[in-house]
């Protein structure tokens, strides 16, 4: 390297250069992630128009050879002379960081993107974009290549139609991994963004099918009709979910809540249609209010008071079992935390939900006495719930002591000690067990083995998932915690790997594995750090040369397709029926061996649509099941 350094070193990133430089500052990776960001900022500028009540019609398709098209009915980008920058404003917006007209308010009211990096980023980071507005009678275009202009903005023809139609080819010199958009994740998207704003219609097309097929998503129920999705199949308090809608300087708060049979707490809140997975200031003043509302009626209840320790006290954990809420914020000036904008910070607006939520929620159980008292009832048994718990951690944390590390005994550990280079097999059985520790890397492989049948975690209290004999090793063993005190900091390995047989009951272990895992720990499966091992299904072998194994039954056939047909009458073909047929240095070879196995990552691209399939598939409720699996039949791969 050089020693020399001097003004001439200084580089200086012009238009969108620094996008492409750095995309991962903007739309946070180049993965997958990425790439389906790139569709959610360019219908965030068709939502805006959405809500400053300029459009109702959002259409969102995607072509073949990875095209996106995002066409609406709003007013059209303006396509006029900039005053000062003297080129077309179209060509500003979508070539320029940080222009638009969201820092503007008499443009945008209420805007979800106010950095303004949000269309000028797609263009940066495409092969090639074409922008068509329709406006002031006549249809204009516009050509980019990789986030400069090709073409000037041109008047192609005249219409009486107004709006806006972006269409883009993501640059694959970028997204490296994949430019292939998965038409789920943006369809969970999508139906969010329907949900949050009711009036609207999205049409959701995949045109890269030889059917095409359409999604319309249009929800005139809006939040509260949100809140009803989420806890399809589950017993609901009130019948029709409680909704708050209020403005206040401006502030508009927009609330749907109700209680189910399960006893987490399901929130879900928005600010300006933005998903705030860190909360903010408006759940935080929603928190305040139902504690200080509940808390008033239940001390006024002399009766429920009677069968409660006085020396306790119900705070919000109890109040928010089995609470589904969904708090959507209009904010003219949000102020997020970080550019990732997942935190809102606006103190005022605290102070406004705290308020409104207390004069409306007040009324609400003063006109409905009935569901007030369902809802202190059950509050009561979570609180009683909570101390049993608390009670019952202190036991174990004394336990943990006497027992030096705290660590199960069937737990076979590796000798290293960072998380990062550490991974824990959790495998079915003492069996497949011995031979996992027999084939493992002890260094960096740990094994701990399961037996008996594991506990439904969907259909009882925290205190009984605890004291689990099936869950308390894995708890102890991961050594983080769990529920609301897990920390994923204290986790001792960063591959935890579900290694069960390729039957019924290994996929029953595996389902219920994951189902304590989203609901207790579901930062383990949001940072990655969840596996399911894939081990072979078959060894085919003809004499003694070395086996071939293979994942499926196609990979057979292809291995036995490598034989001529007098020789393939001779291979035997073994189907494992469990990882106990193995030996240590077979499992090794075919599913432990880092530079040979094969897993799969544990994803949740929709929290809110993984928590309806848990909790129809392991819930109370039959008939929600029973409908869930007539549905999805044709999707099932069965190995009988």
Not at 396 to 414: E, N, S, Y
Not at 538 to 566: M, N, W
Request: hydrophobic residues 35%; aromatic residues 8%; charged residues 30%.
């Amino acid at each position: 390297m050089s020693e020399n350094y001097s003004a001439g070193n200084i580089q200086v990133l012009k238009g969108l250069e620094a996008v492409r430089k750095r995309p991962g500052m903007y739309i946070g990776s180049t993965g997958p992630k990425g790439l389906h960001h790139l569709v959610y900022e360019t219908v965030d500028n068709s939502i805006d128009e959405a809500m400053a009540g300029f459009c109702d019609k959002i259409v969102v398709a995607l072509e073949k050879d990875d095209i996106v098209r995002v066409e609406d009915n709003g007013r059209g980008i303006p396509v006029d002379i900039h005053p000062t920058e003297k080129i077309s404003a179209l060509e500003l917006v979508l070539t320029r960081l940080h222009a638009g007209g969201k820092f503007e308010k008499s443009a945008y009211k209420v805007s979800g993107g106010l950095h303004g990096v949000g269309v000028s980023c797609v263009n940066a980071l495409s092969d090639w974009m074409e922008a068509t507005v329709k406006r002031d009678g006549h249809i204009h275009r516009q050509k980019y290549e990789r986030g400069v202009p090709k073409t000037k903005v041109e008047i192609i023809g005249d219409t009486e139609e107004h709006g806006t139609t972006i269409r883009w080819k993501a640059d694959k010199t970028i997204f490296t991994e994949t430019t292939t958009y998965n038409f789920d994740v943006l369809r969970d998207r999508l139906r969010e963004l329907a949900f949050l704003n009711k009036g609207i219609v999205i049409y959701f097309r995949d045109e890269r099918l030889e059917n095409p097929k359409e999604e319309i998503l249009k929800f005139d129920g809006g939040i509260s009709q949100f809140v009803q999705e989420i806890d399809v199949g589950k017993q609901i308090v009130p019948d029709e979910p409680i909704y708050i809608n209020a403005e206040q300087d401006d502030v508009i708060t927009e609330i749907a809540m109700h209680y189910n049979s399960g006893f987490s707490e399901n929130a879900h809140t928005f600010v300006n249609d933005i998903n705030t997975r860190g909360g903010g200031t408006h759940y935080e003043g929603f928190k305040s209010a139902l504690t200080f509302v509940l808390r008033k009626f239940f001390d006024a209840n002399e009766k429920l008071k009677k069968g409660f320790d006085k020396d306790e006290k119900l705070n919000y954990e109890d109040f928010s079992s089995g609470l589904t809420v969904v708090i959507s914020m209009k904010v003219p000036e949000p102020e997020f935390e970080g550019q990732t904008k997942d935190k809102l910070g606006n103190t005022e607006v605290r102070t406004i939900v705290d308020q409104v939520v207390k004069e409306k929620l007040t009324l609400y159980f003063e006109q409905n006495p009935q569901v007030l008292e369902s809802i202190l009832k059950k509050s009561i048994d979570e609180a009683k719930a909570r101390i049993a718990a608390r009670k019952a951690k202190e036991n174990m944390r004394k336990k943990t002591i006497g027992d030096g590390f705290g660590l199960p005994a069937k737990l076979a550990d590796c000798s290293g000690k960072d998380p990062e280079m550490c991974e824990v097999y959790i495998v079915e059985g003492d069996s497949a067990g011995g031979s996992a520790k027999k084939g493992r890397d002890p260094k960096t492989q740990a094994i701990l083995p399961l037996w008996g049948k594991m506990l439904n975690v969907e259909k009882v209290r925290p205190e009984k998932v605890m004291n689990n004999d099936k869950l308390q090793p894995v708890i102890q063993t991961l050594g983080a915690g769990f529920g609301k005190d897990f920390n994923i900091e204290k986790l001792r390995y960063h591959k935890i790997i579900i290694m069960a047989d390729a039957d019924v009951d290994g996929s029953h272990i595996r389902t219920l594995l994951l189902t304590f895992f989203f609901r207790y720990m579901p930062q383990l499966i949001e940072n990655g750090y969840v596996y399911l091992a894939m081990p072979p299904l078959f060894k085919v072998q003809h004499g003694k040369k070395e086996p071939i194994y293979c994942y499926s039954d196609a990979e057979r056939d292809a291995a036995l397709a490598t034989f001529d047909e007098e020789t393939r009458a001779k291979v035997d073909v073994q189907r494992y029926k469990g990882l106990g047929e193995m030996d240590g240095k077979q499992l090794w070879e075919t599913t432990m061996d880092p530079s040979h196995r094969k897993m799969r990552v544990v994803t949740i691209p929709d929290a809110i649509e993984a928590d309806k399939i848990f909790s129809v598939c392991m819930g109370e409720e039959v008939e929600p099941r029973r409908q869930f699996i007539e549905s999805n039949s044709s999707y099932a791969n069965l190995d009988i």
